[in-house]
Nanobody
Framework: QVQLVESGGGLVQPGGSLRLSCTVS????????MNWYRQAPGKERELVAG????????NYADNVKGRFAISRDNSKNTVYLQMNSLPPEDTAVYYC????????????WGQGTPVTVSS
């Protein structure tokens, strides 16, 4: 069974930082590009950041560029999202997503980890 398990979310004050992790099992991790999405209450799920299977290429949503950094450790089957200078607008449940390089229809989701930015 494919499993993606996010961790690292929680409560952080505005301007603070968090580092999210997603550990993947049940698939060949280095064949998959990885993404972080988020969903705030009442809003659609949106793409936050992505990283290629080898970790050489990244992309970010405009509203997180310069503040967030996605990375991966293929030896640990883990993808990370470093989140800095957090405003309240970043409050959401953050989800890990894996997409197979050879077939984008083969994709998997984690259950999410909540991030709350509030004083």
């Amino acid at each position: 069974q494919v499993q993606l398990v996010e961790s690292g979310g929680g409560l952080v004050q505005p301007g603070g930082s968090l580092r999210l992790s997603c550990t993947v099992s049940g698939l060949t991790f280095y064949f998959y590009a990885m993404n972080w999405y988020r969903q705030a209450p009442g809003k659609e799920r949106e793409l936050v950041a992505g990283i290629s299977s080898g970790g050489r290429s990244t992309n970010y949503a405009d509203n997180v560029k310069g503040r967030f950094a996605i990375s991966r450790d293929n030896s640990k089957n883990t993808v990370y999202l470093q989140m800095n200078s957090l405003p309240p607008e970043d409050t959401a449940v953050y989800y890990c997503n894996a997409i197979y390089n050879a077939d984008s229809s083969r994709n998997y989701w984690g259950q999410g980890t909540p991030v709350t930015v509030s004083s």
